[in-house]
């Protein structure tokens, strides 16, 4: 793993300290995470053109993306947009920001629609039969989409730390797949 430079991408209002997330950015040097100058009202231009930002200089052929919720929306925007390649992409939870729920719920802009594009690099998409915010079977559909092999954690909420998941050393194990 010490190959690979990982870049964390969260979601709205940004991972606390009891995410695994953060937990992922304390297990070594060669995570990062990415901060957005907004983490509560996001523009999705604003979100792909700082991930770019900080991605540039770096061997994209070593880097790996990992996104929970609207940062796994923010990665396929940016795979997208950009037309460039990673070494892989762990995607957790990913936000289905076009169902009924997210109906003026949050002030998201340009964020839809979710690209359907197949991703142009390896990526595993982590979902549950349970997410408040993508139903199992749009995450598999989403899954698809890009290409990802999909995992179900079963019922596990929106694998966050409300669901139990802070130092979620599983996930750390299937990071190492790509």
């Known amino acids: 793993m010490m190959n690979t430079t990982y870049f964390i991408i969260p979601g709205l209002g940004n991972s606390g300290e009891g995410h695994w997330q953060t937990y992922f950015e304390r297990s070594g040097p060669n995570f990062t995470r990415i ?5 509560d009202a996001p523009v999705c231009d ?6 770019d930002e900080v991605l ?17 929306v923010t990665i396929a925007q940016w795979a997208q947009r950009t037309g460039k390649v990673v070494r892989g992409a762990l995607l957790v939870a990913p936000s289905d920001l076009e169902a009924p729920q997210y109906q003026d719920a949050f002030p998201i802009t340009g964020f839809t629609p979710i690209p359907r594009a197949r991703l142009a690099f390896p990526s ?10 993508m139903s199992g079977e749009r995450a598999r559909y989403f899954a698809a989409q890009w290409g990802s092999e999909f995992i179900s954690l079963g019922d596990a909420g929106h694998i966050n730390v409300a669901s139990g998941y802070g130092a979620w050393d599983a996930g750390l194990t299937v990071l190492e797949r790509l």
């Open 124 to 133: 595993i998409v982590v979902g549950s039969e349970n997410d408040q915010w």
């Open 46 to 51: 604003d979100w792909v053109a700082r991930v």
């Open 56 to 72: 540039a200089g770096h061997d994209l052929s070593k880097v790996v993306l990992v996104g929970h919720s609207l940062g796994c």
């Open 35 to 39: 901060n957005q100058d907004e983490w």
